[in-house]
């Protein structure tokens, strides 16, 4: 498991290299310069030409991008970004708590409301419950998120005046904006579970189980959802990664200090430096959520376990030395 | 079988920590915002007066700066943040130039201004404001990109601290609007020993001036907040705290100020002005802005080079409709080529809307089968609910514009020149605005016009207010007869004010002294 771990995070270098090129090549031949942007149309060539000097952009390509490498790998600095001049390490690192909190809090909102919805709908196939609950989800998926959001605040906050409309400090901010994104992925995982355990309930080692004499509890909950689970937990992973590249509209509608509109305001501005180590940053974190999907597998799944065992155990195993645990 | 248990177990400790990090991670934001809201709740125990004042101002803005450097700013947003942490040395209030950190100043020749200081001004760092630090401010407006322009006419070289509470500014030319780029919130003064102590990147977070409110907390894309400064020469703030939190969009702003959370909502969009108008505790108050936008024609284009097409396409605009369409009551019509409350503005026949002279005109010109032209539109603001408007009412004549929306520097890059495009100008000085004409000028207009390079170099070296008048007069009936643009609307300022504000005095840019503002519980 170690050797997997270690090999899994070198693995994860010469992909973040890959990620860095193509994002430093993109911003580079963009078009639109920087200085334009950010000096706005009264500026003079001569502003313009200062800006240059001082942003380093007269440098050619590559010598740029060298100094990039060498600076994160040497000094872990990723550049300063250049409206406020502050390091983009800091600017990203101040955003990414309220990123992590919103995709966390909904993910696990999510994961709660769908897989509990999706296990019932399930094993109540055609019920009632099951249609309305498939109806329910499918409203969650179709409706968009600003929408959805515009919707919470008004209802809780300026009718029934419970929850403030916008920021992300207290718990008591982090309920709507986590409600708005955490229905419409839990709609999502729902539909993956429903069908998922559909697949698995039908399967015969099920009805051994019930034939066994084995609590529905119990086959439901150990035998079924457990085989349920891989399809699942990729849908969740993914979801979760992607919430931690930044919610924008969510973030906007929720006036949330976060990844996603930091990202694109710095695209609208040309902010080179902080596109690149942003990207960069959600690169690191997407390969991470990655590898923490991987280890989830195995610890469902022993065949994908077993496949990371090393030789010398298997060898012991075939030679009948020790057992499988 | 208990794996699964494991596996229910692991996710559990894993969501914990995920949770457990994310919360311990942003504590300090919590706290803070937690401890600001509760002290403007608690403030009416501590207060004694009869009338209970709350301590901390909330303001709703729509844009975090970039910087708090006053050199480094080229944003209203940002300066409506620095002006109440700055000053200038003189500003300009009701149609003249008054004193602020200068008591008075005077012409030595047409290229030298000697100001006389004030000697009770203290900077935030206890320091006292001195001569020095004028010089300082302005030699690095002179090295920043964002200002340097601005200051183009000051020759710092020549420039001569007399003592330390005068200071003598040379110019390369004689120049009347260097006392209107002194006013423009680069021209703030900054504490030359903060600064060179702190370093650029730390100033522009930490600020000293000697403005009424110092910063004390700077949540990224969060909030400012801004503690009242004890030493300010001009009388303490009223309001200990002021909390400026950044809510991008505009509704939200509405609503922030509809449940009480903020006290003042600024640059509210002109579809929200009926709603604050509806709401019991807040009201909308309404000022002409220095912000008007204007169509712009590419002299550089063969077929707009033509005057009787420019005419044509102003004939064909039903200005009034448009206005009325795209801003209700909160822009007018614009007469004129800079907005009606700049320095020296000249108001103009308006032209009429004619669809059949139009016709004629294109005829004339060659065109009666139609024309096609290119629109460049930037994106955000209303400039494509403008374009999509003149679209139409040209479609009319026969004209017909395309309508490219791309921001100005992907435009240029994508080696695109243009024929018509839609600006956003925001200036109240005849140098600021007039400066599109400019052959030196971007990319807009381009009109290589000798009169207007000229006129342009020549009101601005003259001090006496009738002998430019004169000159002026005769630049903007230029401009408004040649029709290089066709000016469209200026635009008002827009606040949303919670009942319990008193004493407010609304500024055309939203440049707001707060520190003059009570409020209420």
């Known amino acids: 498991m170690l050797r997997f771990l270690f090999r899994r995070i070198l693995m994860m270098i010469p992909v973040l290299l890959g990620v860095s090129f193509v994002v430093f090549f993109m911003s580079y031949f963009t078009p639109g310069d920087p200085a334009v942007m950010i000096l706005g149309d009264m500026a003079t060539q001569e502003d313009i030409q200062m800006m240059h000097e001082q942003l380093k952009l007269d440098e050619p390509f590559l010598v740029q991008y060298v100094n990039y490498v060498k600076n994160i790998v040497t000094k872990g600095d990723f550049g300063t970004s250049y409206t406020t001049k502050q390091p983009v390490l800091d600017e990203l690192l101040v955003r990414f708590p309220n990123t992590f909190k919103l995709a966390g809090l909904s993910v696990i909102l999510s994961v709660i409301i769908g897989i509990t919805v999706g296990i019932v709908s399930a094993t109540r196939q055609y019920s009632i419950l099951d249609n309305v609950a498939t109806a329910i989800s499918f409203i969650g998926v179709s409706m968009p998120n600003f929408w959805q959001g515009m919707m919470l605040i008004i209802v809780f906050s300026v009718w029934l005046g419970w929850l403030p409309p916008s920021g992300f400090s207290t718990p008591m901010h982090w309920i709507l904006p986590a409600v708005t994104i955490g229905t419409s992925s839990a709609a999502q995982i729902m539909r993956m579970t429903r069908s998922s355990m559909l697949e698995v309930i039908r399967q015969d080692y099920i009805r051994t189980a019930r034939a066994k004499g084995q609590s529905e509890r119990i086959v439901i909950w150990r035998h079924a959802l457990k085989n349920a689970l891989i399809p699942i937990i990729t849908v969740v992973g993914l979801s979760f990664g992607r919430l931690l590249g930044g919610a924008v509209l969510t973030e906007s509608i929720f006036s949330i200090a976060g990844i996603g509109k930091l990202m694109v305001d710095a695209i609208n501005m040309r902010n080179y430096p902080l596109v690149q180590g942003g990207v960069l940053f959600i690169a690191i974190v997407m390969s991470v959520v990655n590898l923490i999907v991987d280890v989830l597998y195995a610890y469902v799944d022993p065949r994908i376990r077993t496949q990371f065992t090393t030789n010398s155990i298997r060898k012991k195993i075939r030679l009948g030395e020790v057992g499988d645990e | ?521």
């Open chain 2, 1 to 521: 079988m208990n794996k699964i248990y494991k596996l229910l177990i692991g996710l559990l400790v894993i969501s914990m920590v995920l949770s457990g990090c994310g919360g311990s991670k942003t504590e300090a934001p919590a706290e803070s915002s937690s401890s600001s809201s509760s002290s403007s709740s608690s403030s009416s125990a501590e207060a004694t007066t009869e009338t209970t004042f709350k301590d901390t101002l909330v303001i709703a803005h729509h844009e975090e700066p970039a910087t708090l450097d006053p050199q480094y700013s080229n944003m209203i947003s940002w300066f409506v943040i620095e002006k109440n942490i700055f000053n200038p040395l003189i500003d300009y209030i009701d149609e003249k130039y008054v004193p602020v950190l200068a008591t008075s100043w005077e012409n030595i020749d047409d290229t030298h201004i000697r100001f006389h200081l004030r000697d009770d001004v203290l900077f935030q760092n206890g320091e006292k404001m001195t001569a020095d630090d004028v010089y300082f401010t302005f030699k690095r407006a002179l090295e920043s990109p964002k200002s340097a322009s601005t200051f183009k006419t000051l020759d710092i070289e020549n420039t001569k601290v007399i003592d330390d509470y005068t200071i003598e500014f040379a110019l390369n030319m004689p120049d009347e609007a260097f006392f209107n780029s002194i006013t423009s919130g680069r021209g703030n003064i900054v504490s030359k020993k903060a600064v060179e102590e702190m370093g650029e990147a730390e100033f522009a977070r930490n600020p000293i001036g000697t403005g009424p409110y110092m910063v004390s907390e700077w949540i990224s894309g969060t909030q400012i907040k801004l503690v009242a400064f004890d030493g300010y020469f001009n009388g303490v703030a009223k309001t200990p705290n002021l909390v400026y939190k950044f809510i991008p969009e505009a509704s939200n702003r509405v609503i922030e100020l509809e449940t009480g959370d903020v006290d003042v909502a600024l640059n509210l969009a002109s579809s929200d002005i009926a709603r604050v108008r509806d709401m019991e505790n807040a009201d909308i108050v309404m000022v002409p802005s220095y912000r008007y936008t204007t169509l712009t024609m590419s002299m550089k284009d063969e077929v707009l080079k033509d005057k009787r097409i420019r005419q044509a396409l102003a004939y064909a605009i039903d200005k009034p409709l448009l206005v009325d369409v795209i801003y209700g009551e909160s822009a007018d019509a614009l007469n004129g080529v800079m907005p009606t409350n700049a320095i020296g503005f000249k108001e103009m026949e308006p032209t009429e809307y004619n669809p059949e002279k139009a016709k004629q005109l294109l005829a004339e010109a060659g065109y009666e089968n139609g024309l096609i032209l290119e629109f460049q539109v930037d994106p955000g603001s209303e400039y494509l609910d403008i374009a999509e408007i003149i679209q139409s009412m040209w479609q009319d004549v026969g004209v017909t514009a395309n309508i490219i929306t791309m921001d100005r520097p992907s435009y240029l890059a994508q080696g695109n020149e243009y024929q018509i495009s839609v600006r956003a100008g925001n200036a109240n000085h005849p140098s600021n605005i007039l400066i599109i004409y400019d052959s030196a000028f971007g990319d807009r207009i381009q009109p290589n016009d000798d009169y207007i390079d000229s006129a342009l170099n020549e009101f601005r070296q003259i001090y006496d207010d009738a002998d430019r008048k004169v000159v002026l007069d005769e630049l903007q009936d230029y401009l408004w007869d040649i029709k290089y643009t066709i000016p469209l609307a200026h635009t008002k300022t827009i606040y949303g004010l919670s009942n319990n504000i008193g004493n407010f005095v609304p500024d055309p840019l939203g440049l707001v002294d707060w520190s003059i503002v009570t409020v209420t519980e």
